[in-house]
Structures are given as C-alpha cells and as structure tokens.
C-alpha cells in the first residue's frame, strides 16, 4: 500500500495558498506511488536476468513477459518513457536470446 506522505514544518510555512497545499499532498503521493512502481519494475528485472543466469528458458520467457507487462504500465501511468523502456527490454530479450543460442 501507499504510505502516508511525511510532511516537512518548513513547507508549511512556505506553502500559503490552499490550492499549493493541495498540489503539494498530490506530489507527494504521485511521488510515493512513483517510487512504489520502480522499484517493483527493478524487482522484476532482477528476477528476469537471475532466470538467464540459470539458464531456464521457461523461467526467463515468463519473467520476460512479466517484465515487458510492467514496463508497458509504467509507460501509460507516465512512471518512465517509452524509450527506456523499449531500451530496458531489448537488453533483457537480447540477453535472453543469446543465453538460448549458446546453449
């Protein structure tokens, strides 16, 4: 679940109009959520190269999928870009492939 944002008594004096004091909880829990959802994609990544360490070509073409699903969500909610997260799966994919060709 998402934590409760801890907010600083210096931005309580700084922040005067209501409608900041709104912004600012909002950015708050954005950036929570934001942190919550890269660090599961870092999880799921590691996940997948420990399955192309081991050789488990079942294993990896699941984490894979598992990977690039989660990558395709973080792009739509706008968490990374598009870009990285094509770069990010083709290493893994690439990776994956040449674990499969050599053995």
Same mark, same amino acid.
């Given at each position: 679940?998402?934590?409760?944002?801890?907010?600083?008594?210096?931005?309580?004096?700084?922040?005067?109009?209501?409608? $900041?004091?709104?912004?600012?909880? %909002?950015?708050?829990?954005?950036?929570?959520?934001?942190?919550?959802?890269?660090?599961?994609?870092?999880?799921?990544?590691?996940?997948?190269? %420990?399955?192309?360490?081991?050789?488990? %070509?079942?294993?990896?073409?699941? %984490?894979?999928?598992?990977?690039?699903?989660?990558?395709?969500? $973080?792009?739509?909610?706008?968490?990374?870009?598009?870009?990285?997260?094509?770069?990010?799966?083709?290493?893994?994919?690439?990776?994956?492939?040449?674990?499969?060709?050599?053995?």
């Amino acid at each position: 679940m998402v934590k409760k944002p801890e907010v600083n008594c210096l931005e309580d004096f700084l922040i005067k109009h209501p409608s $900041a004091e709104k912004r600012h909880r %909002q950015s708050l829990k954005k950036r929570a959520r934001n942190i919550e959802t890269k660090s599961k994609l870092r999880t799921l990544i590691k996940r997948a190269r %420990q399955a192309i360490e081991t050789k488990n %070509q079942d294993s990896a073409l699941s %984490q894979i999928r598992a990977v690039d699903r989660a990558l395709g969500k $973080a792009v739509r909610k706008g968490i990374i870009k598009g870009n990285t997260a094509s770069r990010w799966l083709s290493r893994l994919s690439r990776s994956a492939s040449r674990v499969s060709a050599a053995g």
